[in-house]
């Protein structure tokens, strides 16, 4: 357990995923959290996602980076900040010899659970050296997300019933033994029919597929898959996790009008029909993935409130040194001789 009142700085890092950078990115998505948890079953997802947006990137001037977005709020014309190409870090106040870096956000995943008090709102980030991340384009993409023991096993082209059975038999258990995670729209209606049909389990979300993919790769935690169809960025964050975790994402864009076609078409893509994996949407040697919960999740606890300040959950994983960090911690806006630390 860490428990801290963070401080902010860092001048003089020259090396990207060094404890400054790492320990800056965690305070960058603990202070998004705090933030939009304030406005948690207040009814307003477009106010919680702003106040996520603003406190994130005002955080991240303070991180010792040369920033770019490529994974964002949207393009400039559509965003005020966090829009993809926009520079952030501590390289804009004038510090030099920072590392490069392509940062990837979602300041509140999940701002429909943050806005009624649902379970498993995240602030979310992720980076790599300069070119470790895919610019996606933000459009749906479907995918399929396993374990560690599962990722050689499947494929994205095979039958539901062939995957379900191939992740049973590396996983040592009975199809009907599993869980699969699947995002509750009306596009999804036969991938549940089938899923039911060879006697798996579902567990139905309404948002956030992010943290169902992360929980699938942990151990422990009553989640064996990942299937359906859902953002292509969060498809970039979720490759970054993986890469830290062991597990895999297969992805495939999803283009069904001539407009995304183009547009897919604009940023160099060419084949339409390609299964990207967590190599090709985050391809960086130096990944770092931090997240903190907003919303009590089924991995990380909610932003809590006491009198003096909040207690944060957070993850923190990293390829380079090659760890996975479950951080509590405790930000106290004036210590008094009666302020109380509760583990």
Known sequence: MYIACVSRGGEGLTEFGGADVSQAFLDVVEQAAIACARTMGQGDRHHSDHVAV?????????VPIDGRIVIGEGERDKAPMLFIGERVGQALSGTHGLPAADIAVDPLEGTNLCATGGP????????????????????????????????????????????????????????????VVVLERERHQQLIADIRAVGARIKLITDGDLTAAISAAIAGNATHAVMGIGGAPEGVLTAAAMRCLGGEIFGRLVIDTAEKEARVGAMGITDFRRVYRSSDLAPGQRIIFAATGVTEGPLMKGVRFFGEGCRT???????????????????????????????
């Open 313 to 343: 959950s957070s993850v923190m994983m990293q390829t380079e040194t090659h760890r996975v960090q479950f951080i509590e911690t405790i930000h106290v806006r004036a210590q008094t001789e009666a302020t109380e630390f509760r583990f």
């Open 54 to 62: 603003e406190a994130m990137r005002s955080s991240l001037d303070h």
């Open 120 to 179: 498993g709102a995240i602030a979310v980030l992720a980076a790599a050296e300069k070119g470790g991340l895919l610019h996606a384009p933000d459009i749906y993409m479907e995918k399929l997300v396993v374990g560690p023991k599962a990722k050689l096993a499947v494929n994205l082209d095979a039958s539901v019933s062939e995957n379900l059975g191939s992740i049973a038999e590396c996983l040592d258990r009975k199809i009907s033994d599993l869980v």
